[in-house]
């Protein structure tokens, strides 16, 4: 919007007119296949990696701003309360991410309010999984998850 604006003041209104005549669905859509087109190759590369290759790349990059590493405190306090071993907790989510979805893999299971989600949300984060808004759960048929 901003270069048909420069542009419109240089007296170039083509851009312009062009963005007047579409509806906003159509430049919404038109505006994300652009950016689509513009990180298919990243896309690409990232979906042809292994999950745990996916990981490993996010354990070498910085903590989100704000965090300051106390979401691991606090991941290993959800699994202490639980009485989940850390480690049996880690080898379960790694066999998970190489194997995949199969018989006798469920990932985590248990009553409401024990940090289920809070301790899924960095993989809900680092794979772009589809969360349904209204339950905040992860729509099993929608997961990117598990590609690869």
């Known amino acids: ?7 419109d003041v240089e007296g170039k209104a083509d851009l312009t007119q062009f963005i007047y005549n579409q509806t906003p669905k ?6 994300a296949t652009a950016w689509k087109m513009e990180m298919a190759a990243t896309i690409l590369e990232r ?6 290759s996916v990981v490993e790349t996010a354990l070498e990059e910085n903590c989100v701003d704000g965090c300051d590493t106390i979401w691991i405190k606090c991941g290993k306090e959800v699994l202490r309360n639980n ?3 850390a480690y ?29 989600t809070f301790l899924l949300n960095p993989l809900n984060q ?8 209204a339950t905040r759960m992860i729509s099993d048929g929608a997961l ?3 590609r690869g």
């Open 26 to 31: 159509k430049l919404n859509d038109l505006i």
């Open 126 to 133: 680092l794979f772009q999984t589809f969360t349904n808004p």
């Open 47 to 52: 979906l042809n990696m292994l999950r745990m």
């Open 83 to 85: 009485k989940v071993n």
């Open 144 to 146: 990117r998850f598990w």
């Open 1 to 7: 919007m901003v270069l048909a604006k420069q542009q």
């Open 88 to 116: 049996v907790f880690a080898a379960a989510i790694c066999d998970l991410l190489e194997k995949g979805r199969g018989k006798n893999r469920n990932m985590i299971v248990g009553p409401v309010n024990c940090g289920k």
